[in-house]
Nanobody, 125 residues
Framework: QVQLVESGGGLVQPGGSLGLSCAAS????????MGWFRQAPGKEREFVAA????????YYADSVKGRFTISRDNAKNTVYLQMASLKPEDTAVYYC??????????????????WGQGTQVTVSS
């Protein structure tokens, strides 16, 4: 069973940038579609971005399109989320997740079987 560990969260000012990483172990990341989700206090977990197994298909939530970039390096078993032009409403715990079953990239949390522990991103001045 693959395990996921996120890193890179922290405090950033509005308009700033931050990069998250998700390292996979115990499996081959190229076997999984990967996604990033986030959950703010008192809110449901929401889709942020997802990438297909070989990185050929990418989807973003409308709220982050043009500001966030998802990518993967299968040689390193790592998925990245580069965030720019951050806003206070981007504040949340960010989770990466792996979907080992779907052949198509999924944007619903229920399609993902494996989750990381999450990393806090706080956008505040």
């Amino acid at each position: 069973q693959v395990q996921l560990v996120e890193s890179g969260g922290g405090l950033v000012q509005p308009g700033g940038s931050l990069g998250l990483s998700c390292a996979a172990s115990g499996g081959t990341s190229s076997s999984y579609c990967m996604g990033w989700f986030r959950q703010a206090p008192g809110k449901e977990r929401e889709f942020v971005a997802a990438i297909s197994r070989l990185g050929l298909r990418i989807y973003y939530a409308d709220s982050v399109k043009g500001r966030f970039t998802i990518s993967r390096d299968n040689a390193k078993n790592t998925v990245y989320l580069q965030m720019a032009s951050l806003k206070p409403e981007d504040t949340a715990v960010y989770y990466c997740a792996a979907d080992p079953r779907s052949s198509m990239v999924q944007i619903t949390a229920g399609s993902y079987d494996v989750w990381g522990q999450g990393t806090q991103v706080t956008v505040s001045s």
